[in-house]
């Protein structure tokens, strides 16, 4: 299924999941679709791995928690995000280290201070392996961090923005 590309959201110098200084990092990128989903790309290395090449559960978690969490900006700006009040996570199939993966996320459900959303991630053969549904504080950067994260650590990624995704 491919999804049409509208624009990439920001990302951070140390952020797990988005880091681009993190060495341990995902080096994630997100990208919003013409449908009002998110998708982030990402490769996940040796050094999230749980059983022999297979990624931790726990950063399956992480990236569905960020991709449901990021979701919000579409709807608001790119200083507000998702504060994690509840997560559950469905395992589905093990996660393979070493190729590129993709998670989808999206809001389902919006008030005034709260949201909630569910997110896929997809293996490179389009099969769903991890599902995930969370509700979500509203918060803006600056309720959260200070001024010099804002200027310093946040910023659009100089990668180019891919026209189209293909979960498959």
Same mark, same amino acid.
């Given at each position: 299924?491919?999804?049409?590309?509208?624009?990439?959201?920001?990302?951070?110098?140390?952020?797990?999941?988005?880091?681009?200084?993190?060495?341990?990092?995902?080096?994630?990128?997100?990208?919003?679709?013409?449908?009002?989903?998110?998708?982030?790309?990402?490769?996940?290395?040796?050094?999230?791995?749980?059983?022999?090449?297979?990624?931790?559960?726990?950063?399956?978690?992480?990236?569905?928690? @960020?991709?449901?969490?990021?979701?919000?900006?579409?709807?608001?700006? +790119?200083? %507000? &995000?998702?504060? *994690?009040? $509840? =997560?559950?996570?469905?395992?589905?199939?093990?996660?393979?280290?070493?190729? @590129?993966?993709?998670?989808?996320?999206?809001?389902?459900?919006?008030? +005034?201070? %709260? &949201?909630?959303? *569910?997110? $896929? =991630?997809?293996?490179?053969?389009?099969?769903?392996?991890?599902?995930?549904?969370?509700?979500?504080?509203?918060?803006?950067?600056?309720?959260?961090?200070?001024?010099? &994260?804002?200027?310093?650590?946040?910023?659009?990624?100089?990668?180019?923005?891919?026209?189209?995704?293909?979960?498959?």
């Amino acid at each position: 299924m491919n999804h049409k590309i509208t624009s990439s959201q920001h990302i951070s110098k140390n952020c797990l999941v988005c880091g681009v200084d993190n060495d341990f990092g995902l080096k994630t990128r997100f990208y919003e679709t013409a449908d009002k989903e998110l998708i982030a790309v990402f490769k996940p290395l040796p050094e999230h791995q749980s059983y022999p090449h297979v990624m931790h559960g726990g950063i399956s978690a992480a990236i569905l928690d @960020e991709v449901i969490g990021r979701a919000i900006m579409m709807t608001t700006d +790119s200083n %507000t &995000f998702g504060v *994690t009040i $509840e =997560l559950k996570v469905r395992y589905k199939s093990p996660v393979p280290l070493g190729v @590129e993966l993709k998670a989808v996320g999206r809001i389902t459900k919006q008030r +005034s201070r %709260t &949201f909630e959303g *569910t997110g $896929e =991630l997809y293996l490179p053969n389009g099969d769903v392996a991890v599902e995930a549904e969370g509700k979500y504080m509203k918060r803006r950067l600056d309720q959260i961090t200070d001024a010099e &994260f804002v200027a310093n650590e946040w910023f659009v990624s100089g990668d180019s923005v891919p026209e189209e995704i293909c979960l498959k």
